[in-house]
């Protein structure tokens, strides 16, 4: 069975991406998060080592954290590809989408760029898919994903916390069809539950967080910052039934 990892953010795209992989025979070895040297965190996601763990611990899959500066972050993950290749991993899954994204091409030659030069293979399990079939997909499987990031322009703080549903996904069909550009403004997204998941990730405690440098279309980001979170068992416990002596 080929050996993969999964460039991971803890956002529907790799969650799916990840559970589309398994299900066409990858074995995943780890979910793999670049975390930020100067802050500690996952950009742009800006989620904390300690939140991943616990969020890969209720997949049950091993996390691989790889500490990198901005400067020379293509050498660093090519270096951490050639570790794994002699590791016996043979390749990465991406959770990027083609239709729709201005991003895709430039990404994907990012994507070549690190991979071949490691000898590592690509997985792009959603790329010929639009994004409101793959919104559909997540609810329709019963992935439980909250918005995590949202832009102050389009969306603003209020996105925050929310679940994906029938209603948002509404909501955003009708902000794209009514936008000129075709945008519903900027988010991200962290998935706590689903098919993939051993155990339900439940978040106790979060703060909002106003980023005003990190821009992207507009001024500044508001960010969930998730401070406590706690692992749920998905199993029901046996239901004991008593019978009355009349009844044997």
Known sequence: MTEVIVSWSGGKDCT??????????????????????????????????????????????????????????DDNYRRMLGQLKTEGVEGVVFGDVNIGNSFAVKHLNWIKSVCEPTGMDYHLPLWQDNRATLLSELIDLGFEVRILAADSTELGESWLGRELDKGMLTELKIRHSLSPNGNVGYYHTF?????????????????????????FGGMGVWYMDI??????????????????????
Do not use: N
């Not at 559970?19 to 025979?25: Q, T």
């Not at 100067?38 to 091993?62: C, D, F, N, Y």
């Not at 998935?191 to 106003?210: A, H, M, N, Q, Y």
């Not at 406590?228 to 002596?245: G, H």
């Open 191 to 215: 998935v706590t539950d689903g098919p993939l998941f051993k155990s339900r990730l439940v978040i106790e405690e979060w703060d909002r967080v106003f980023d005003e440098q990190a821009q």
């Open 16 to 73: 799916l991406a990840c559970y589309k992989a398994i299900k066409s025979g990858l074995k995943v070895r780890y979910l793999a998060s670049i975390i930020t040297r100067s802050t500690g965190k996952l950009w742009p996601h800006l989620l904390t080592p300690e939140v991943l763990r616990m969020q890969a611990e209720a997949i049950g899959i091993p996390l691989l954290e790889w500490p990198s500066a901005t400067e020379g972050y």
């Open 227 to 248: 401070k406590r979170c706690r692992l749920e068992s998905k199993t029901k416990p046996e239901t004991l039934v008593l019978l009355s002596a009349e009844a044997l």
